[in-house]
């Protein structure tokens, strides 16, 4: 069955929610993921969104934002953004999702701008709620587009940390974490257009986890700024299901997000 | 006792140059558009805008050459991605230079959360190992007195003004809001002054038929303006959806700086009321995104 690359996104973003979890649903293909794996395997799932909103079930209508009239129907709690990431402060939240501009090898994502912090050559949007779901939540998952100038050795800024740096003080990873004071978390994934990572959690670094159908180990290599370091059961990304596409083309019928 | 102002006075009166204007303050919803074109109109110079994720009005009101400091945790376009006229400021200062305190959406919640506690600052483990706080001097990191855990220190931030748009008012600024708040509450409990915005004017007793729904004190309101449709296109819960087309052209449109001051001519300067720019905005565009089913909420008793 034919699919698009963010509809596999889609589909492993979905993967990482577990039944019964807590998620922090980011913006665009997050609001996909969470609708997706709501009506396939973790039917017990709770979305809670940084407008102040907690849902158990999808919205009846495709989002282009979170804050969408549809969204509000039907929530368990519309309340305020500092109750929910509150929420998360506490250690409440399992899984958060955030996109980014630029990520590297220890996880650590950019949004907030290229070149020199103090004359950027280009001023991103920001953090958003992005840096508090990096902080604060128990694993993070990150999706991304895959290309060379976005997957890089070290980012320009920190916007959202994810395993640090190795320093004079230790190695990065949940030791780096643990060192700047940071509760809990860190990246438990990272999905691209071309493969999944996941991350070694004593050194930090990410290791290639799968990649796509079509795609392969060498191209991977190709657009991605750190030399790749392979899962020791890497393999072929599992692609969708038919059911998983069908449940997504029904959420975006337009192929608003997935096209 | 009635504060109901149009839209031109109550800026006029209460939105001086170099005031610090807090709005969009529930996100992508409820966001005061009306007040910033009339902000824009009125030709406001040298203003700090405060927000969370803030959608194309920052952008525009940055374009316009109305600001020279934003302390917000996202500014763009939240369909569509970067905001042009943001990047034009900050990367080659047109039309005019801009200062950026850079937050997350829970900081400033917490920084105008201390103001409305009168607590000098709030700590959090958030942002700990992120470069943000270089990008935000008002930030400060120390240990915590009871174990020594690292913290961030975020200080408390008070607007001037803190502009609302809300469902319903009485003339008095008692007002409802529903749906999903973001950080109105605490923007509204923390700054000096708010000026409320409308879709309707209710009797007194519509408001107090439900207190629980009110959003804050109407002590602190010194203005209520009635302006159906004054969030277009951003969405109002139970009045009108958000206009997503309308972001996609503000974005196409506004890629150059020619560009962005036609948008901005068609748009904010040749208009000079809200009921023009409805008109132009058209009925068939209204009706697409306008209220189709309407689900009220079952009744709550209040009684004893």
């Known amino acids: 069955m034919e699919y698009t690359p963010r509809e596999l996104m889609v589909v492993c973003a979905a993967r990482q929610i577990r039944d019964g979890e807590r998620v922090f649903v980011g913006m665009r293909l997050p609001l996909l ?17 940084e407008t102040g909103l907690i849902r158990d079930t999808p919205a009846r209508e495709l989002l282009y934002t979170m804050g969408d009239a549809p969204n509000i129907c039907g929530a368990l709690w519309a309340t305020s953004t500092i109750n929910v990431i509150g929420l998360m402060a506490a250690g409440e939240i399992e899984l958060g999702f955030i996109g980014g501009a630029e990520i590297d090898r220890y996880g650590n994502l950019n949004t907030s701008l290229i070149g020199n912090w103090q004359q950027p050559r280009v001023r991103l949007p920001g953090s958003g709620g992005g840096a508090d779901i990096a902080s604060l939540a128990q694993r993070l998952a990150i999706i991304m587009p895959h290309e060379r100038h976005r997957l890089r050795e070290r980012v320009d800024f920190v916007t959202s940390p994810g395993y640090g740096y190795p320093d004079e003080q230790g190695p990065a990873g949940v030791a780096w974490r643990q060192r700047v004071g940071l509760p809990r978390g860190g990246p438990a994934v990272l999905i691209t257009t071309l493969a999944v ?10 290791l290639l986890q799968s990649y796509h159908p079509g795609s392969s180990i060498e191209q991977v290599q190709e657009q991605t700024g ?34 | 006792m009635s504060k109901l102002l149009s839209m031109t006075e109550a800026i006029r009166r209460y939105v001086p140059d170099g005031a610090s204007v807090a709005l969009g303050l529930a996100l992508e919803p409820c966001i005061p558009f009306a007040a910033g074109h009339e ?11 405060i927000g969370p994720i803030s959608d194309i009005l920052f952008d525009q009101l940055i374009g316009a050459g109305c600001v020279a400091k934003i302390q917000a945790a996202w500014v763009g376009n939240v369909s569509e991605g970067l905001g042009h006229c943001y990047r034009r400021a900050t990367e080659q200062a047109l039309p005019r230079s801009i200062v950026t305190e850079d937050h997350s959406n829970f900081t400033i919640g917490l920084a105008l959360r201390a103001a ?16 943000l706080p270089r990008k935000n001097p008002t930030f400060l990191q120390a240990s915590s007195p009871f174990d020594g855990s690292p913290l961030l220190l975020v200080p408390a931030l008070q607007p001037d003004v803190t502009i609302l748009h809300v469902q319903r008012s009485d003339e008095d600024g008692n007002a409802h809001l529903w749906g999903s708040l973001g950080i109105c509450q605490e ?20 408001i107090t038929s439900d207190p629980n729904r009110v959003i804050g004190p109407s002590y602190k309101v010194c203005a209520v303006v009635h302006e159906p449709w004054g969030a277009h296109p951003s969405a109002v819960q139970g009045y009108y959806d958000r206009d997503h087309q309308f972001y996609h052209e503000y974005h196409t449109r506004t890629r150059t700086p020619e560009g962005f001051q036609q948008w901005l001519d068609e748009w904010v300067l040749g208009l000079k009321t809200r009921q023009e720019y409805m008109a132009k905005l058209g009925p068939a565009r209204q009706g697409a995104l306008g209220v189709k089913e309407h689900r009220y909420a079952a009744p709550v008793d209040y009684g004893y």
């Not at chain 1, 993921?33 to 969104?49: E, M």
Request: aromatic share 6%; net charge negative; proline share 10%.
């Open chain 1, 33 to 49: 993921a969470f609708a997706l794996a709501k009506r396939t395997h973790a039917p017990n799932c709770v979305g809670i969104f």
């Open chain 2, 187 to 206: 923007a509204m409990l923390a700054a000096r002054q708010v000026i409320i915005v409308a879709e309707e004017i209710v009797p007194r007793e519509v």
């Open chain 1, 197 to 206: 990572f996941t991350f070694d959690p004593t050194t930090g670094e990410a």
């Open chain 2, 39 to 49: 902000i824009i109109r009125q030709g406001r110079r040298d203003l700090t805008l």
């Open chain 1, 226 to 259: 750190w030399p790749l370091r392979l899962a020791p059961d890497c393999a072929e990304t599992v692609p969708p299901t038919p059911e998983e596409l069908r449940v997504i083309r029904e959420c975006d019928p337009h192929g608003v997000w997935t096209s």
């Open chain 2, 116 to 131: 409305s506690l009168g607590a000098p600052y709030i700590p959090t483990r958030s942002l700990l190992g992120s470069d």
